[in-house]
């Protein structure tokens, strides 16, 4: 059974930073790549960064690229999402996520994680 779980949402100011992280588990964790994704109210499910199995490829959305930095530690089993310098339109419900392969298509990944809530104020 692979689980996949969220922390680090919250409320922040726009211009402010919170760090995401997602605990993996029942799964070799250093096989797979690990995104993750959001999708705010009424919107579709966007794609956000994706980091390969060894940590030496990231990948990101144009809309958060420069200001989110995706990392792995394998030996913790945890995947972070650093979000810095943050506007109102990243307030979503973000999600991790795990792939055999990278991807910014949410059909390549086969497991995911319940979500943390991230809201800006502005």
């Known amino acids: 059974q692979v689980q996949l779980v969220e922390s680090g949402g919250g409320l922040v100011q726009a211009g402010g930073s919170l760090r995401l992280s997602c605990a993996a588990s029942?799964?070799?964790?250093?096989?797979?790549?690990m995104g993750w994704f959001r999708q705010a109210p009424g919107k579709e499910r966007e794609f956000v960064a994706a980091?390969?199995?060894?940590?030496?490829?990231?990948y990101y959305g144009d809309s958060v690229k420069g200001r989110f930095t995706i990392s792995r530690d394998n030996a913790k089993n945890t995947v972070y999402l650093q979000m810095n310098s943050l506007k109102s339109e990243d307030t979503a419900v973000y999600y991790c996520?795990?792939?055999?392969?990278?991807?910014?298509?949410?059909?390549?990944?086969?497991?995911w994680g319940q979500g943390t809530q991230v809201t800006v104020s502005s």
């Open positions: 980091i390969s199995w060894n940590g030496y490829s990231t």
């Open positions: 029942g799964r070799t964790f250093s096989r797979y790549v």
């Open positions: 996520a795990t792939s055999p392969r990278v991807s910014g298509t949410e059909n390549e990944y086969d497991y």
